[in-house]
């Protein structure tokens, strides 16, 4: 397999069909979202113009989640986005959301290395199946943003919408075990 540093080249044919340059096989956006959920940026470019498409199909994958009810992103969250293309020169929400996914994956990467490193643990049998699992657990939590993620705000706690935000992670919990039973 190729370097994880390099983007994945996609060339977009005439046809919209699109083409992985490293496996010379067509691919779909579902399988797009899956390299990206496994770590590797992909680049898609449109072969006639030369154009660089990544950004629009990337916008594409995360409106098909929403469209199947995958809530990747809260509503107040998707009102702040749209805010921020109203402020002359985008406003600091892009610096911010970059931050943001910046300090999650370094955290995300930090957990892992305080997982094995000095950790009596490790010794134990079984030890390795059960940190393969938290690692599957982690990356379906917060690689793939694979469900709504609660907003955190005391006004959101105090409102009456305590049973509908307990029914939705009971519902996002029951997929995330679905998902990592699958992986087994």
Do not use: C
């Not at 469209?67 to 892009?94: H, I």
């Not at 490193?117 to 010794?123: C, F, G, L, R």
């Amino acid at each position: 397999m190729a370097d994880k540093d390099t983007p994945l080249l996609i060339k977009r044919y005439a046809s919209r069909r699109l083409y992985n340059t490293e496996t010379s096989d067509y691919v779909t956006l579902e399988d797009i979202a899956g390299f990206i959920r496994d770590g590797r940026e992909v680049q898609i470019i449109d072969l006639k113009s030369g154009d660089d498409l990544t950004r629009q199909y990337l916008l594409q994958i995360i409106a098909e989640h929403e469209s199947r009810g995958e809530n990747v992103l809260p509503v107040n969250v998707l009102n702040d986005l749209v805010r921020s293309y109203m402020v002359p020169g985008g406003g600091v929400m892009p610096q911010f959301l970059q931050s943001s996914f910046d300090m999650l994956r370094e955290s995300q990467s930090k957990m892992m290395e305080n997982m094995s490193a000095m950790n009596p643990m490790a010794q134990m049998p079984g030890f390795e199946a059960m940190k393969a699992q938290q690692e599957a657990f982690l990356k379906a939590m917060t690689g793939g943003f694979g469900g709504a993620w609660p907003s955190g705000s005391s006004e959101d706690s105090e409102s009456n919408d305590g049973e509908e935000d307990l029914s939705t992670i009971k519902r996002q919990l029951a997929e995330l075990q679905e998902k990592l039973s699958k992986m087994s």
